[in-house]
């Protein structure tokens, strides 16, 4: 399912423009304990599913978001709805500091803020433990300014093969838990499949906040060489375009040939790595002989191997979640988004200094503090916990002074 392009078009629709507060569109129909829900789309009746004997008057419809994948999960609804609130929450809030400011100045100070919270929340919190201390120095480093001769755009291989790692991470079982962070009595465990285009399972089964806490107080899939991705992914996945099942591990492989992408050896030179010449090279690179054996079974020879699977395979560098691959690829990619783009939140004329240190300050964690009825939340919302000995208060959870010039 194509994701929307970013076109003025689309903004106007997600905008709320009869509001004097820069503020965007919320449903109108639902609301959750007082606090906002994605509006739906327009073209009714959706194609998202419904709960068993829905009336056509209690249809719950797809979610209208930036992008047209906001419903394909629910975890992916809640955290588009997180954003969506906060927005809106800042946009009230700058309009009580500065009431004389109009709604399209508030509408894009707003946005810029929120746009600023994505690159330090991704940047600094998220892209270190996924490349490891020794690879994320060596790819970005620190922030020296922004450079006129980098160019920002998305390479070819980091958004059709190397970032697509994390469809390794994604847990075939959705939990939904209660305020203890405990298995919810009236919202029971649900597999992957039962979630996909099921904006109805938030608007009808307790909201948000059991969804939040569950992504916050159960791990990811752990990624292993033995079990690459889940059954929920290769058997049952489904996307609104398509009748069937789909495997997503397929699609993966096939978009890579059907984009052009030149095999893994070749990336592995493109980054400085050796490459693999022969089935005992392959093991310097892929502890697991299992798999090792497998894959030249099927590739024959390491020149073969679709840069995907070389990728997802690889051994982990230390205290990362990806091996030197694709270390390489998402840093390189993340070093440019950085370096080549004018309003980098860093970049000294975009905030002052007492905004940026303001900035540096937030975190996913305020965020949900914010935006949800949570009132515990982990230090670091990358990092598993355990509630509560590895939680804090949301009033110990520091967050921005929009107050700062």
């Known amino acids: 399912m194509p994701a929307f392009l970013p076109t003025?078009?689309?903004?106007?629709?997600?905008?709320?423009?009869?509001?004097?507060?820069?503020?965007?569109?919320?449903?109108?129909?639902?609301?959750?304990?007082?606090?906002?829900?994605l509006p739906f789309v327009t073209q009714v009746p959706s194609p998202c599913a419904q709960?068993?004997?829905?009336?056509?008057?209690?249809?719950?419809?797809?979610?209208?978001?930036?992008?047209?994948?906001?419903?394909?999960?629910?975890?992916?609804?809640?955290?588009?709805?997180?954003?969506?609130?906060?927005?809106?929450?800042?946009?009230?809030?700058?309009?009580?500091?500065?009431?004389?400011?109009?709604?399209?100045?508030?509408?894009?100070?707003?946005?810029?803020?929120?746009?600023?919270?994505?690159?330090?929340?991704?940047?600094?919190?998220?892209?270190?433990?996924?490349?490891?201390?020794?690879?994320?120095?060596?790819?970005?480093?620190p922030y020296k300014g922004y450079d006129p001769t980098v160019n920002p755009t998305i390479s070819n291989i980091f958004s059709t093969a190397a970032f697509r790692f994390g469809h390794a991470t994604i847990h075939p079982v959705v939990r939904r838990l209660d305020a203890r962070f405990q298995?919810?009595?009236?919202?029971?465990?649900?597999?992957?499949?039962?979630?996909?285009?099921?904006?109805?399972?938030?608007?009808?089964?307790?909201?948000?906040?059991?969804?939040?806490?569950?992504?916050?107080?159960?791990?990811?899939?752990?990624?292993?060489?033995?079990?690459?991705?889940?059954?929920?992914?290769?058997?049952?996945?489904?996307?609104?375009?398509?009748?069937?099942?789909l495997d997503l591990a397929s699609l993966d492989l096939q978009r890579g040939r059907d984009h052009g992408l030149p095999g893994y050896n070749d990336w592995r030179e493109f980054c400085g790595l050796q490459r693999l010449e022969n089935q005992t090279d392959l093991y310097t690179a892929i502890a697991n002989r299992n798999i090792v054996e497998k894959i030249m079974e099927l590739y024959k020879h390491p020149n073969n191997i679709d840069v995907w699977l070389g990728g997802l395979a690889e051994n982990f560098l230390p205290v990362a979640r990806t091996g030197p691959l694709f270390a390489c690829i998402i840093g390189r990619q993340m070093k440019a988004l950085r370096e080549g783009d004018w309003f980098w939140w860093e970049n000294k004329h975009v905030f002052t200094e007492a905004q940026r240190r303001e900035l540096e300050k937030h975190s996913l964690s305020r965020v949900i503090c914010d935006n949800t009825g949570l009132t515990e939340v982990p230090a670091d919302a990358f990092q598993l916990g355990r509630f509560l000995p590895d939680f804090k208060s949301c009033e110990s959870t520091p967050g921005i002074n929009l107050d700062a010039r």
């Open 8 to 37: 003025p078009a689309i903004e106007q629709k997600l905008r709320n423009l009869t509001s004097e507060e820069g503020l965007l569109q919320v449903n109108t129909l639902y609301e959750d304990g007082g606090r906002e829900y």
């Open 51 to 141: 709960a068993l004997n829905t009336e056509e008057s209690e249809r719950i419809e797809c979610f209208l978001a930036g992008d047209s994948r906001a419903s394909e999960v629910i975890s992916l609804a809640a955290m588009h709805t997180l954003w969506l609130r906060e927005h809106n929450r800042l946009a009230k809030n700058l309009k009580i500091l500065n009431a004389h400011w109009s709604s399209e100045t508030i509408y894009q100070e707003a946005r810029k803020i929120v746009g600023a919270l994505h690159q330090k929340i991704t940047l600094s919190d998220y892209i270190p433990k996924i490349l490891g201390p020794v690879a994320f120095e060596q790819y970005i480093g």
């Open 183 to 245: 298995d919810h009595p009236d919202l029971p465990k649900l597999h992957l499949h039962e979630v996909f285009f099921s904006p109805w399972r938030i608007i009808k089964e307790g909201g948000l906040d059991p969804v939040i806490r569950g992504l916050l107080a159960r791990s990811a899939k752990l990624q292993t060489q033995e079990r690459m991705m889940n059954e929920e992914l290769t058997e049952r996945f489904f996307i609104l375009s398509d009748n069937g099942t």
